[in-house]
């Protein structure tokens, strides 16, 4: 990085690095790929990912990738190329659905408005139109996709690639005898919020997947005296600092823990797409706009925001509902399985108090942790071709519980409200204030009187006649 002021060096992480340190970092630096770099190979187009893996080529005597890394792509390629694929059913199934909603409001319309047949047919033209020019494109799509999953499985083409381009570049694993105490050592960092990976603490399986990646990249680093620059399309902020939404770089405790266990080498981070314009611009690779806008997109579904509002239509709703309801009993007597158990009941709770928008849709604010828990969830859910199928006693039962939280804070309402006119009645009746007081206090208990009333009417109307 060369010369650097004092005042910058010793808050490094907290200011963004200088194009020209990534521009080096991918002429000179080892470059570490994290797993969901290796599994872009299956979502990109076939040119996007012939450009792709001819840039890795490029620098095939720098590649390096962690074991773990390895042991997550094995786990996980088939699973990747699946979603991809069930895009290419779910994407239409939910567009017709939609283009069925919009062409009954129209119907509606002209019914309740006496419009002519005629006129009808000028307005359900154009929507009937522009939905089969969007099927038609996505079925282009599908159509020049080459990877199928028979395919992948039998004779994969990806990973005939990789075991060209990765042979003798792949970190070794943990010893069998210190996993546990890694894990450990994880759950004890997760804990305290120190990266990388505390944003997966809870999850099901694999939570401690991205400190593994991170500490045999610096075993790797320090027995090597190495640089690295690691290629990830993971933006949360357990990997990545944030300021104004804007990434900054590698989160600082990174950065410091980096300095600390490898001496002299440097560390950096980027994501996909910028690695790849700066190979472009650095080393004369050959990529395309398309390609770079593939590898964007992707990394911006990998982004886990800190604060984030989910909307759901009712059957939405309840389906995830009663997915979350399945994970938040053990699936055994296992530590893991118990705290995977307990956050998912917490998330429950906070996924039955949803709010319920003027459309009728259920809106769930999530933040931290909850983000990455709901999604364990949530995409499976929406990613489904034929969504799962919730019988009339599950819903009946998750909607029951959903009323009793709406009911405890109804009551909860009451209760505290009940306190306010004792009080104030109470004050009124002591003596002692002067008249302006006191008139201000019975307008304050005539008003609270008449909220009462309206809540206890509500409460009634809605739980104790049938309502539940």
């Known amino acids: 990085m060369g010369s650097v002021s004092t005042f910058l060096n010793s808050f490094e992480g907290f200011w963004r690095r200088p194009k020209n340190d990534y521009r080096n970092a991918v002429r000179g630096f080892r470059v570490a790929l994290d797993t969901n770099v290796l599994l872009e190979l299956y979502r990109f187009t076939p040119g996007a990912r012939r450009e792709m893996l ?56 002209a019914k309740r408005c006496s419009i002519g047949d005629d006129d009808k047919r000028k307005l359900t033209q154009p929507i009937e139109e522009a939905f089969a020019l969007v099927l038609s494109e996505i079925s282009r799509h599908k159509d020049s996709f080459d990877l199928t999953l028979n395919q992948v499985v039998a004779e994969d083409p ?31 960092r997760a804990k305290q919020e120190v990266p990388p990976g505390f944003r997966d603490f809870g999850k099901k399986e694999n ?5 593994f990646l991170w500490e045999q990249l610096l075993r790797e680093a320090a027995s090597s005296g190495s640089s690295f620059l690691l290629v990830t399309n993971d933006a949360k902020e357990d990997w990545i600092r944030r300021d104004a939404n804007l990434i900054i770089g590698a989160h600082p405790s990174l950065i410091e823990e980096y300095k600390a266990r490898c001496g002299a080498g440097d560390f950096l981070i980027t994501q996909l797409d910028s690695f790849l314009r700066i190979a472009k611009e650095e080393l004369g690779a050959v990529v395309s706009d398309s390609t770079m806008q593939q590898a964007k997109n992707l990394t911006t579904v990998h982004a886990d925001p800190r604060d984030e509002v989910f ?51 259920y809106q769930v604010r999530l ?37 009793q939280i709406v009911k405890a804070a109804k009551y909860k309402d009451i209760m505290d409200l009940r306190e306010r006119v004792k009080f104030l009645a109470s004050e009124i009746d002591s003596g002692g ?7 201000l206090m019975r307008r304050a208990l005539s008003r609270h009187k008449k909220e009462l009333s309206d809540l206890l009417f509500e409460f009634e109307d809605k739980f104790m006649r049938g309502g539940e």
């Open 54 to 109: 001819n840039v890795l080529r490029g620098i095939q005597d720098r590649l390096w990738v962690p074991h773990h890394v390895a042991s997550e792509f094995y786990g996980r390629r088939t699973t990747a190329l699946k979603e991809h694929l069930d895009l290419y059913t779910s994407t239409p199934e939910s567009l017709e659905g939609e283009k069925r909603k919009a062409l009954q409001s129209i119907h509606t319309f």
């Open 311 to 361: 909307s759901m239509s009712d059957n939405l709703y309840l389906d995830v509902l009663s997915a979350i309801e399945e994970e938040s009993s053990p699936q055994s007597d296992s530590k893991d399985d118990r705290s995977r158990a307990k956050a998912m009941m917490g998330l429950l709770r906070k996924v039955l108090a949803a709010e319920v928008d003027a459309s009728g849709s």
């Open 207 to 211: 939570a401690h997947g991205d400190f």
């Open 367 to 403: 933040v931290g942790n909850e983000v990455g828990l709901f999604e364990d969830v949530w995409y499976p859910v929406v990613l489904s071709a034929s969504r799962r199928d919730v019988n009339a006693q599950t819903r009946e039962r998750v909607e029951a519980a959903r009323m």
């Open 158 to 188: 990806v990973l005939e690639e990789l075991a060209d381009l990765l042979d003798g570049r792949v970190g070794e694993p943990f010893e069998a005898d210190v996993i546990d105490s890694m894990k450990e050592e994880y759950d004890r």
């Open 433 to 439: 204030l002067g008249d302006e007081r006191r008139d």
